[in-house]
């Protein structure tokens, strides 16, 4: 912590404590005691400072009328007025905000008005840190408790004369960089539902008010996963899928806009993806997916526990949607392609994402800067162009190193 740097005066160790919201001339103890010693004192004496504020009956402030009482009505108040443009969204705000709600609300709302309130949310953030939350939890629920505090502090409303000053938040932890190669991929795509029987199958597309038969549904997540695969696509993407996007004729998807239905962009599929495709093709028994064809078997939302579940099994360690994501890139970047092209592929405007968390992979030294095969040349008008098919390496190529 900044500021906690004793002197000595008067043949004593003391304390400057103002930048801390208290006061100065905090005396330590002798100045013949080491500074580590009186460093100690230093922080001892902080926190002596802090209980005894809290324990303190704060000041009662004479709140705007209609303020409500408890804290926990002011997050019902600002999730009313919450606007999220998004289920996913929604669903954060929820979750956040239940938990103030639950560790919080029965706080009173002048807790949050003097000094108090910054001692108690740095109470709050100790305690949180200690119970073993993750520090990006810790960094969002404080975001959610400062948009709260300032929702109540708006000039519209004046519940609070100003925003307490929020405690410093914990450093990040290092991301942990975890990926599949395509060898496990197709184990674990073997082993969907594979040990789930028929009837607890049959039960579970009823509470997710799914129509398919148990074998049509199965073979839909199988595809569901090889487009999140060897696309790179996002979850909600996987989701969406359906037939008017995907070319086997060409070998060519369309990733379209989430906000229009305009076409975005076109990319090449790889030829696992193609025979993916073409098996289920084949279990349906047709040559061609018809029109508006949903393909994927619609919203996926346990799809992190399914294929953790079976990746613990077979021992190959953590596996979700954001790590087949990241094992696309990684593929790629073993492939030789740039961090430019990978961006691309990806949805990234720019590079940062690529670099710091889904290609932690050095550029391979002696393989070509283009592993395209099969080129197929296509006429358009006068112009002529090579359509380019992507090539997924062996499983040998793609051992954990």
């Avoid at 009173?108 to 910054?118: N, T, V």
């Amino acid at each position: 912590m900044k500021g906690l740097d004793p002197v000595v005066r008067d043949g004593k160790w003391e304390i400057d404590l103002r930048a801390q919201g208290f006061g100065w001339h905090y005396v330590l103890g002798p100045a013949t005691e080491s500074r580590e010693q009186a460093i100690h004192r230093a922080y001892a004496r902080l926190e002596e400072l802090r209980a005894a504020r809290l324990a303190e009956p704060h000041a009662q402030l004479e709140l705007t009328a209609g303020a409500p009482p408890t804290f926990a009505q002011v997050v019902d108040r600002w999730q009313s007025c919450k606007r999220v443009g998004a289920a996913a969204s929604e669903s954060y705000v929820a979750i956040y905000a239940n938990r103030l709600r639950r560790e919080l609300g029965a706080y009173a709302l002048a807790d949050f008005c003097d000094g108090h309130g910054a001692d108690r949310m740095t109470a709050y953030r100790d305690r949180l840190v200690a119970a073993g939350i993750a520090p990006t939890t810790v960094r969002n629920t404080f975001s959610t408790l400062g948009q709260v505090l300032s929702y109540a502090a708006d000039p519209e409303r004046r519940w609070l004369p100003f925003v307490p000053r929020m405690p410093k938040m914990p450093a990040k932890r290092a991301p942990r960089f975890a990926w599949i190669d395509e060898a496990d991929f197709r184990r674990v795509r073997a082993r969907v539902y594979a040990d789930v029987s028929p009837a607890q199958l049959a039960a579970n597309l009823r509470r997710e008010g799914i129509t398919s038969e148990p074998a049509l549904y199965i073979e839909q997540r199988k595809l569901w996963l090889s487009w999140a695969m060897y696309t790179g696509s996002r979850t909600h993407d996987c989701d969406e899928l359906v037939a008017d996007d995907v070319g086997l004729d060409t070998g060519i998807f369309v990733r379209r806009s989430r906000k229009t239905s305009a076409m975005e962009e076109q990319f090449p599929m790889p030829e696992p993806l193609i025979e993916d495709l073409r098996a289920y093709l084949a279990f349906v028994g047709r040559e061609h997916f018809r029109a508006g064809e949903a393909i994927g078997g619609g919203a996926w939302s346990t799809v992190a526990r399914t294929i953790g579940a079976i990746a613990k099994e077979l021992e190959l360690g953590p596996l979700n949607p954001r790590i087949l994501r990241r094992s696309f890139v990684r593929k790629m970047r073993l492939l030789g392609y740039s961090e430019a092209e990978c961006a691309a592929y990806m949805g990234h405007t720019d590079l940062t994402m690529i670099r710091q968390v889904y290609a932690r992979v050095p550029r391979p030294v002696g393989v070509a800067r283009s592993l395209w095969r099969s080129p197929v040349t296509e006429k358009h008008g006068a112009a002529v162009r090579t359509r380019k098919v992507l090539a997924f390496p062996s499983a040998q190529l793609l051992k954990k190193g």
